[in-house]
């Protein structure tokens, strides 16, 4: 998946050419750097690749099976300077799972979380989200990102990934959480021709579909003279995935009137306390009190905590993922290499939302039932309502059409100019870009509404139903009918987020002899970045009133009832009539007539804010330290890395169809040094100690001030309003690691390491009342803005290993198991606001975000000549996931409860080439619930979703 669109823009013809000067100077500089290799005299030197980034190259790609696929990655780890962790895949086109983050959670230090529309999209290493892609060593994003949108990527077109949890002088500076490095394949990669040909189709139980997936990779390479050589190589895939996600969410708590009260507060029971009526404080970290009794502080009126609404939601629709790679390698002699490589990345997304929306609150039409109500024991918190007499509901059909396309270009060379020096030079262009349409149109309930509800009635899952209403003609329990539904509001929204970067790369590797130090890296990298954003805005109403049956007989297909929503699994409405968000996309000319448009609506896309940033860095490390302490080697690298990086801004507010435009520039300059040394105790047991320090820059749209207002559709009185921060400084962190590894063989090893990050200027938001005047008038807002306001602590230990044992008994070769173990400890500094002036009344000190205390994995492997087998089983404690927006009584943190994963695969050879692959993901077929606040679960139940099992059957042919 690809950008979430908040506010967009474009680049200007400025920053273009820019852009076409840097590029022309970067290919001249890599001509030059050619011809120098080109020309130099004397005899050649055996050359061994040089690493870029000190990335452990495999030379020729043969891996094949569990075991072989442990043995590299095991390498990989022994032989990088830096805390690495790798996954290596089992063979051509064989990763273990459908996209790099479904694999990474079996590594140490890495948890995921956040799974919707088929794929898992997010990933922390170390309890840190914010992560440097890398493609072959070279930076890559997705549109106005600062990173790769990593469920984009097809696991056909990975040869490793590497995780890089430490940082050399020699890597990107930004990434506090660290480097993660997708390797493609090469031509060299492969002693001669290779032609591998893969189909899978997935069947997806919530649509019960079935989708491809197919790639196909062609490789040869030439001899070139008498000791040049010459290889092309492409690889393809195209994966789609069909995809229904279900959820059901009792909303948010905000205060009612315990029964009947005197004057001046309520005579109905159970009416709700609005803020701006009587003033309570909304937002709070813990919430409004919950002890029986409560009172709104400085009165008497007794109140009671209960939702403002309960929602369902069912989205359905088809992502696909075309990716490309093209490969060219020439090597005229033994001394130098030049590599061309093209590289390209779509996303599509193509959604229908249906929500079924019903407001829980209203207090204006009591009865005797009214007081049918249930508080959870020894509390103020309402479990259930029995009845609630004509509350309004409105259903709403969403078409959403998303679309991505990256493109990556590099030519780069490497030289061999002496015996003892190297030179690598790499000119790299990309350019992303990111395009969403979305059509939304409400009905709104045209009958009484009467509704029974018990917001927590089976660990966390709701009940809710209407009600038929007696003496009435129509049965207002069916809210299947199309004529109970009316045509209201609609909302018409476009968005185009773009990135492109040129960049130049040069480095030199020298072999020295000055005592313990033997060889030193040096380099430059000059990046020139650009990012814009661009939206536009409409919405109205429709000019006739008229019920969904009416107004499907005039555009038939417009209205959809669905059926089966939550697959029984809970008490809530399993049918409802909304919009058919699929025919509204399809057909949204016809129905833009029937509707007036605010004044406030504008069609064009419409520039929000563009961005210009360039970072030069230049680093000198001592590659290489080499000695013997107690006859054992001591060796490690160190360094310094310089970065300057200045960054110009230009923002437009397109409210009220003004343009008006404000500049701004940031600039910063840092020394960040690194460290790394491995000991070996015995040649088995290897001790490591790492330090380093990184940054990292603020996303582009966090700098945007300009800012949205959003009136509340919950009657609560308080919008909420959002923008970013041009003011908005780097974060830095320093990091210390320490780790103990001890390899049994080639194939078996067990790690246990220690980190600790010290994090200065992280950014989090600040809250405060603001009045807005728009189109309709003033209104209350809450106003959320970034700031570098907290300081945080971040540390943990993992403990890892593969056993892959030889020598076992007939029955039990080729058995094996791998595992890890992380313990995380975070905590910030938090800034406590007045929410009427926004200054700072204190601090709290809470967890970071996405952050589990504990998680594990564990893989049991079978693998003989022809037959292997594997299943894994991931699980990660219950965690802060995000804020609610502060508007309401209860707790302000979400919690997600923890998650689990149980993964299978079985693999048979049938002959050499061909191969048979059987995979089923999420096999414990789990419903996921967060809550609000640390110990909500039961009392503060907030949403519930299923993820839903896939099967896969594949075949992979290779010659």
Avoid: C
């Avoid at 040049?228 to 905000?254: F, M």
């Avoid at 992502?319 to 002699?333: D, E, H, I, K, V």
């Amino acid at each position: 998946m690809t950008p979430t669109p908040q506010s967009p823009s474009i680049g200007s013809p400025a920053s273009g050419r820019k852009a076409t000067g840097l590029s022309l100077t970067l290919l001249l500089a890599l001509t030059s750097g050619a011809n120098t290799g080109l020309a130099q005299s004397g005899p050649a030197a055996p050359v061994t690749t040089v690493p870029s980034e000190e990335t452990v190259l495999l030379e020729t790609f043969q891996v094949t099976g569990l075991r072989s696929s442990a043995m590299k990655a095991i390498e990989v780890k022994r032989e990088n300077p830096q805390f690495t962790d790798s996954i290596v895949a089992e063979d051509i086109g064989k990763f273990p799972d459908n996209n790099v983050i479904e694999s990474l959670q079996r590594m140490s230090g890495i948890q995921v979380t956040d799974y919707g529309r088929g794929n898992i999209t997010g990933v922390t290493v170390r309890g840190l989200p914010d992560i440097t892609t890398t493609l072959n060593g070279r930076n890559i994003f997705t549109a106005s990102g600062l990173s790769l949108s990593l469920q984009d990527m097809p696991a056909t077109l990975i040869k490793q990934v590497d995780v890089m949890k430490t940082r050399a002088a020699s890597h990107i500076e930004t990434g506090m959480a660290g480097v993660l490095d997708i390797q493609t394949f090469r031509p060299f990669d492969f002693s001669g021709s290779k032609i591998s040909l893969s189909a899978k189709g997935t069947y997806q139980e919530q649509r019960d579909r079935f989708d491809p997936n197919l790639s196909a990779l062609v490789s040869n390479r030439w001899k070139v003279g008498s000791e040049g050589k010459l290889g092309a190589l492409l690889n393809i895939s195209y994966l789609t995935t069909t995809y229904k996600d279900q959820s059901a969410n009792p909303g948010a708590q905000v205060l009612f009137a315990k029964g009947a009260q005197p004057a001046p507060a309520w005579p109905e029971p159970y009416a709700r306390i609005f803020p701006d009526v009587v003033p309570w404080s909304t937002g709070l970290v813990n919430g409004m009190p919950t002890a029986p009794g409560s009172t709104i502080p400085g009165t008497n009126v007794e109140y009671v905590l209960s939702r403002d609404a309960i929602f369902f939601n069912e989205s359905k629709g088809q992502t696909s993922r075309p990716g490309a790679n093209f490969s060219l390698q020439y090597a005229p002699n033994k001394d130098s290499e030049y590599t061309f490589e093209a590289f390209y990345l779509g996303y599509r997304n193509h959604n229908y939302s249906n929500l079924l929306f019903s407001f829980v609150d209203w207090w204006g039409a009591p009865s005797p039932a009214t007081l049918d109500v249930t508080l959870y024991p020894g509390t103020n918190i309402v479990q259930r309502r029995g009845y609630i007499g004509d509350v309004f509901s409105f259903t709403s059909g969403d078409h959403t059409d998303q679309r991505t396309d990256s493109f990556q270009y590099s030519l780069g060379g490497k030289w061999t100019l002496t015996p003892d020096f190297k030179l690598t030079t790499e000119a790299v262009f990309q350019d992303s870009e990111y395009t969403a349409n979305n059509f939304f149109i409400r009905a709104n309930r045209n009958v009484r509404n009467d509704v029974s509800v018990n917001f927590n009635a089976d660990a966390g899952l709701p009940a809710f139903r209407y009600l038929d209403v007696t003496g009435t003609a129509v049965d207002e329990s069916r809210v299947d009918n199309p004529s109970t539904w009316s045509l209201a509001h609609m909302w018409d929204q476009g968005f185009r987020n773009t990135g492109s970067a040129a960049t130049l790369t040069s480095e030199g590797l020298l072999n020295v002899d000055w005592g313990i130090i033997k060889k030193l890296r040096f380099g430059i990298r000059i990046d020139q970045r650009e990012a814009a954003e661009s939206a536009r805005f409409a919405e109205g109403d429709p000019t006739v009133g008229t019920d969904l049956a009416t107004f499907n007989t005039r555009l038939p297909g417009v209205v959809s009832v669905n059926n089966g929503f939550y697959d029984g699994r809970a008490a809530i409405p399993t049918t409802w009539a909304s919009i058919n968000g699929d025919y509204s996309g399809d057909n949204s000319d016809a129905i833009r007539k029937l509707y007036s448009f605010t004044n406030t609506s504008y069609w064009r896309l419409k520039e929000s804010f563009a961005i210009e940033e360039l970072t030069s860095a230049a680093y000198l490390q001592v590659d290489q330290l080499k000695t013997e302490i107690a006859g054992r080697k001591l060796s490690g690298q160190f360094g310094l890395r310089l970065v300057d990086i200045k960054t110009e801004m230009e923002f437009t507010n397109p409210a009220f169809n003004r343009f008006d435009r404000t500049t701004g520039d940031a600039g910063v300059t840092k020394l960040l040094p690194s460290a790394a040394l491995s000991y070996e105790i015995t040649r088995q047991f290897v001790a490591r100690v790492g330090y380093g320090e990184t940054i990292r820059r603020p996303g582009f749209n966090d700098l945007n001030p300009l800012i949205t207002y959003t009136r509340d559709v919950t009657n609560l009185g308080l919008g909420t309003a959002g923008g970013g921060n041009p003011d908005l400084k780097p974060t830095t962190s320093k990091n210390y690691d320490l780790a103990l590894e001890y390899y049994f063989d080639e194939s078996s090893m067990i790690h246990a390491n220690y980190f600790r990050k010290k994090i200065d200027g992280l950014v989090v938001g600040s809250y405060r009342r603001v009045t807005y005047t728009d189109s309709i008038g003033p209104y209350n807002y809450v106003l959320s803005q970034p700031t570098n306001a907290s300081n945080g602590k971040l540390e943990g230990f993992e403990i890892g290993g593969k056993y892959y044992p030889k020598d076992l008994p007939f029955g039990l070769s080729g058995l094996g198991v791998e595992g890890s173990y992380t313990h995380l400890k975070s905590s910030q500094d938090v800034p406590l606001y007045n929410p009427a002036t926004g200054l700072v009344i204190g601090t709290q000190n809470t967890p970071f975000y996405a952050v589990s205390p504990d998680s594990f994995s564990t893989t049991l492997a079978y693998e003989r000549s022809k037959f292997s087998a594997r299943a894994s089983y991931t699980w990660r404690s219950a965690f802060h996931h995000h804020n609610e927006a502060a508007l309401f009584a209860n707790p302000l943190y979400v919690y997600n409860s923890a998650e689990r994963s149980l993964t299978a695969q079985l693999s048979y050879k049938v002959t050499k080439n061909l191969s048979i692959d059987l995979e089923g993901t999420n096999l414990t077929d789990d419903v996921q619930h967060s809550y609000y606040g640390k110990n909500g679960a039961t009392v503060h139940n907030f949403n519930n979703w299923i993820v839903g099992r896939t099967f896969s059957l594949g075949a992979r042919y290779s010659f």
